[in-house]
């Protein structure tokens, strides 16, 4: 009779053993914590880098400023022009923001598509092209490309470990741009909330975790390198309660108004002059920007040099009531600048610009109430104006309290958000970066129809479309399109 084989010896700690073969310990994700981890290393890496060499770009404008107040009139346009010429082929993705695409492609999972918008060389260039129009004093940001760039460094490490899967590489791309957003500004709270209200615009729970390891990890590699640092500085402002809640009205009312003006105007309409404009940009893309590279330089002579650049400095005086103040008219003038400044089509951001328009505008209420702290209704209107710009008020509400480490103003500053994006509806019902990518996505999914229906290779000039940000005449010729 065969011997019964010899029974499994037992494991002498059962619980071990299953504490080994938890999720946690799994090997994939280990991987996917490395590729995390890896990701926001360098992402803040590059953030930092990015913001030193910014401020060294425009110092260097400041510096052929010293010259003569004359020289952007010639050197402005030239540059501006070069710029939409270099980046009217392959590097068409590196336009503008870089918010739209970062959007775009968490909604478009084509891997052609991604690849476009996020490859390695896109989102090298789109670093140093908004260094070299920051360098000639272009009224735009940092912190929109550094989110294009972090989403593009998170997708390309993300495909360099091997995750393939397109919803794997979602979560990869909504980290960077999270990671992003908190680096640009040191501010890891409104990098998750950005990151869930703006680029994924819902929640989940698998989300969630991967957001906070990018943004801690970014954080502590950024709080190493920079100290932990208010953008603004600290600014002690409070609203005590009564007549001065008049400033969370008009704030919210009249930056939220020119907020969603400055988004329709930048989105260009359908009909009307706008549409016009868009025309124009589209039939003669070099031409137009060099033309608006003219009109930066003549606003930059009319406001005595103060709208060029970021509006940094000038954000920071305003909240920081320092003695010399840009002007009562530096709002409106840095608000104009950053319309043709985006109208050019070249690489650049608007959330810092948008600060500081928000700002002057929050320093030119703070004059019709006289009994409100003025530097509780500048951090006011500068919160409520990027909410109506955005179309994102919990964002908003957000980076403003963290810019400014203030949290004596939360409730104000929230009810003023809300306010401003209410206001702003009027003029720009959808979100500015939500419009933008949704035209890119509209503009892909036609082009994969037509290849569809032709059964051929798409031409180049088409190819490079899809991940353009689309001027109003090819939105107009979807609206024509459709029943």
Known sequence: MPEAPAPRPKSSNPRLQALLGHEFFAPQQWKRRIALWSGAIVVALAAILFAKASTWAYAL???????????????????????????EGR?????????????????????????RMLALPIAASKMALTLIALAV????????????????????????????????????????????????????????????????GTFEHRFSGLLLTA??????????????????????????????????????????????????LILLSRRGPLALVGRLR??????????????????????????????????????????????????????????????????????SPALAVGAGLGHNIAHLLPNAPAAAVVLLGMSAYLSGVTGAP????????????????????????????????????TPVYKDLAERMVRDFEQQQAAHANTAEPLPAASTTSAYAEPTASTDAATEKSQP
């Open 91 to 115: 590097l068409r993705a590196a336009r503008g923001s870089g918010i739209p695409q970062a959007i775009a492609t968490l909604h478009v999972e084509d891997e052609s598509f991604r690849a």
């Open 282 to 351: 589209s039939r003669h893309p070099v031409l137009f920007a060099t033309g608006c590279g003219l009109a930066l330089a003549v606003i930059g002579i009319l406001s005595h040099g103060s709208v060029y650049g970021t509006g940094y400095d000038q954000a920071r005086a305003f909240v920081q009531e320092a003695a010399a103040t840009p002007g009562e008219s530096f709002g409106i003038a840095k608000l104009l600048a950053n319309v043709v400044s985006y109208w050019a089509g070249i690489p650049g951001g608007i959330f």
């Open 215 to 264: 943004v801690i990890v970014g954080g502590i590699v950024s709080l190493g390198i920079m100290g932990n640092y208010a953008y603004f500085g600290e600014v002690q402002a409070n609203l005590p309660l009564g007549h001065a809640w008049l400033a969370v009205l008009l704030c919210g009312a009249i930056c939220g108004l020119l907020g969603g003006l400055y988004a329709r």
């Open 137 to 200: 004093g272009a009224s735009i940001g940092r912190e929109g490309p550094t989110v294009h760039v972090g989403a593009g460094l998170f997708y390309s490490l993300g495909k360099r470990f091997g995750f393939s899967d397109a919803k794997a590489i979602s979560r990869f791309i909504l980290a960077g741009g999270a990671c992003g957003i908190a680096a640009a500004f040191n501010t890891p709270l409104a990098g998750v909330v950005f990151a869930i209200e703006e680029l994924a």
């Open 61 to 87: 404008f400041l510096h052929i400023l010293a010259y003569g107040a004359w020289i952007p009139l010639i050197l402005t346009p030239l540059v501006f022009g070069l710029l939409s010429w270099a980046t």
């Open 394 to 429: 919990l964002t908003s509400a957000v980076i403003a309290m963290e810019l400014t480490d203030n949290q004596a103003m939360v409730i104000p500053i929230m009810a003023a958000c809300l306010l401003a994006r209410a206001a702003a509806s009027i003029f720009s019902p």
